[in-house]
């Protein structure tokens, strides 16, 4: 038994994760040229993907993101056959931003072109446009280099083919090389100075801060300690407080072997459900988790079970495990002595409590399951745990404190119908995003916003006394402490009534569907970009003696628009961004083509950048080390940074704190 806690202090000691770097590679490509025939041959592109990932088909709708696309530079002695045709197992989703269904690859996937060659010697060069997006981020769309050439059976009287006639030749314009070096003259050094790379400032400002990782840690573990707090409260875990701690008291005449003993007790309540944590990610796998976080079909079931769940703490009926389970684990206890019996004693527990806990839980693992992160689980297990088994260790030192511990009665009849409640509102919320998913525009925003409204507004008048359920105390008063979670409650659902008109409610973003599910909207307050040009921008900002946010975002970029909708439109925010930066933002798939195609040299190899969209993709790479959006960075009139860079993070306090520290260093620094 004593392996179980070397083994878990062993996993407490390496869980941790190296801060990644801000380039990010999820797609590994390989190309190649297959002869079908003396005639014909295939373009097969293959992508291996990264976990978390997915790739978008071909011939999405307008509107939507980046559709990958097979585009042709130079053509002689061929002729395309069709179009670029996706092959493996396409995923369709309605996605909520666009409001369409888009398709996409998970894990693999390959394109394939065909070709037709029309003479004896043959050459054919472009490149495979594509984009790619996980729950966090989007690459803006890159571009697959490709070149090939060959001789073939084909008579030189084919040599007029209809390729010549009807296939439009793209010849390559003289390229524009750009390279670390500096011009001349005042305004080429000038726009190089724009672009010199500042990736190791922006480091020195990043690693001043706090991790994201850190902070989704922290807070997946007060989340966790949270749930844990709430679970002792419920009629399953409290009454066992007193009568375990007592059991361990009185089972032993030495005191310290009784705190001894609930100790292990509460570290053993800590193994088990920091071992279902760990267990459900190996099942799964921390990307499977994401996925399922997000599918249709999982989100109706859950919806369902807390809809069930909440019934069965409003009185309709009591849900418990097989009394046999609990029973066959609590004579094993009896009949085992040790370490091995004060485990099974706490796993005991952990079946009996599991009509109280099995929601917390459950609703806590779908959460943290977003990240992604394979341990996420596991800390939120983590703190769950140990407020879960807290008491039980503090009452065995402190044993005069169960004098003083609140006896079991109404209140905790209570307590569970107002974790029925909020199940019910919570469980709106995994409604939602199946509604969503497929289209069945069932719970628009007001529609979401107005049961929020009634729910919260019915728990108030529960709390009040103006409902009762089967097994509330029909005598039952009042006390302070339920009229003000009763006013806080009603005051809950009024602030939200705006909303049915398109007021933002920053409070219930993260819950309610988007904002373009929404019929009607009276809200008007948005954050737009001056200049989507960066070295126009730069000069005007030297021209207006402001600093410089870099705003680089695309068309297709699902969490840009969620920050400029859940956090743009902050008063303060507004205020800041709009009275003391000049705001650039640059597409990075914008596919308006450049002037004069530019050849750049980068980790080796050429590429060319054919169009705006490529230009700013390579400016965020070049300068600020990063392709992933959405991406922000404050900068002086100069283009050195002045803060760290931000990213997706959807926190105003911070994102405020971020636009003003960069205001105070730039007037520092002038």
């Not at 990307?287 to 079909?297: E, F, R």
């Not at 969503?436 to 507004?457: C, K, N, V």
């Not at 003696?545 to 956090?567: H, I, Q, S, W, Y």
Request: charged content about 20%.
């Amino acid at each position: 038994m004593k392996k179980i806690y070397y083994l878990l202090i062993a996993a407490f000691l390496v869980i941790g994760q190296a801060v990644s770097a801000q380039i990010q590679e999820p797609f590994k490509w390989k190309h190649e040229l297959k002869k079908v025939s003396d005639t014909e041959v295939e373009i097969v592109f293959s992508a291996t993907i990264d976990a978390g990932w997915h790739l978008y088909s071909t011939d999405l709708p307008e509107g939507g993101p980046v559709s990958t696309t097979f585009n042709v530079d130079e053509i002689k002695g061929m002729e395309l056959v069709g179009k670029l045709t996706p092959v493996g197992k396409l995923i369709t989703q309605y996605e909520e931003t666009f409001g369409m269904d888009l398709s996409f690859f998970e894990k693999k996937g390959q394109f394939v072109q065909k070709l037709k060659i029309t003479a004896p010697e043959y050459k054919i060069a472009g490149y495979l446009e594509f984009m790619g997006c996980n729950d966090e981020n989007c690459l803006p769309p890159a571009p697959i280099d490709f070149e090939y050439s060959g001789k073939s059976n084909v008579k030189a009287a084919a040599t007029a083919s209809k390729s010549e006639e009807t296939v439009e030749k793209i010849p390559l314009t003289p390229a524009t090389v750009v390279t670390d070096s500096v011009s001349d003259t005042d305004s080429e050094n000038a726009q190089n100075s724009y672009w010199t790379p500042v990736i190791d400032k922006l480091e020195a400002y990043n690693s001043g801060a706090e991790s994201e990782s850190d902070m989704s840690w922290i807070y997946i573990f007060l989340a966790g300690f949270g749930g844990g707090l709430i679970a002792l409260f419920t009629p399953c875990v409290w009454p066992i407080i007193p009568m375990t701690v007592s059991f361990f008291l009185k089972r032993t005449q030495d005191r310290k072997k009784g705190i001894k003993d609930a100790f292990i007790y509460g570290a053993s309540i800590v193994v088990i459900y920091v071992a279902l944590g760990l267990i459900i990610t190996s099942i799964f796998g921390a990307s499977a988790l994401n996925a399922l976080s997000t599918n249709a079909i999982f989100n109706i079931f859950f919806f369902l079970l807390l809809v069930v769940f909440a019934a069965s703490f409003f009185g309709a009926f009591e849900i418990t495990l097989p009394s046999s389970w609990s029973n066959k684990v609590d004579s094993k206890a009896e009949s085992t002595t040790g370490l091995l019996s004060i485990f099974l004693m706490a796993f005991t527990l952990t079946l009996v409590s599991f009509s109280c806990t099995g929601p917390i839980i459950g609703f806590l693992l779908v959460e943290v399951s977003t990240t992604g992160n394979i341990v996420a689980p596991a800390i939120g297990m983590l703190g769950f745990a140990i407020a879960l088994a807290l008491p039980f260790t503090l009452f065995a030192m402190f044993p005069s404190w169960l004098k003083s511990m609140p006896k079991s009665g109404g209140w905790m009849n209570n307590i569970k119908v107002v974790l029925g409640f909020i199940e019910l509102a919570l469980s709106l919320k995994f409604l939602s995003v199946a509604d969503l998913a497929y289209g069945w525009r069932l719970l628009d925003r007001e529609t979401f916003l107005a049961l929020w409204i009634a729910i919260f507004f019915l728990l108030g008048l529960y709390l009040l006394g103006k409902i009762k359920f089967p097994h509330d105390d029909d005598n039952d008063k009042v006390g302070v402490t339920r009229f003000f979670l009763a006013t806080i409650s009603i005051a809950f659902s009024i602030y939200m009534i705006p909303g049915l008109w398109g007021a933002p409610l920053k409070a219930v973003s993260a819950f309610a569907p988007p904002m373009n599910t929404q019929d009607f909207n009276l809200y008007e307050n948005e954050v737009e970009a001056e200049y989507t040009d960066y070295e126009e921008g730069m000069a005007a900002a030297k021209r207006l003696g402001k600093p410089v946010m870099v705003d680089f975002t695309g068309f297709g970029c699902v969490n840009c628009r969620e920050m400029e909708l859940a956090v743009w439109t902050d008063e303060k925010v507004r205020s800041i961004m709009n009275d003391e930066y000049v705001l650039i933002s640059l597409y990075v798939d914008d596919k308006t083509p450049l002037p004069q195609r530019e050849e750049v040299m980068e980790n080796g190899q050429k590429r060319i950048l054919r169009t705006v969209g490529d230009k700013w993709s390579y400016l965020q790479r070049y300068k600020f080390g990063a392709n992933a959006q959405p991406f922000y960075v404050l900068l002086d009139n100069e283009g050195n940074p002045v803060n760290g860079s931000y990213s997706h993070d959807k926190d105003i306090a911070k994102y405020v704190n971020f636009l003003e520290t960069g205001l105070k260093n730039y007037k520092e620094r002038k």
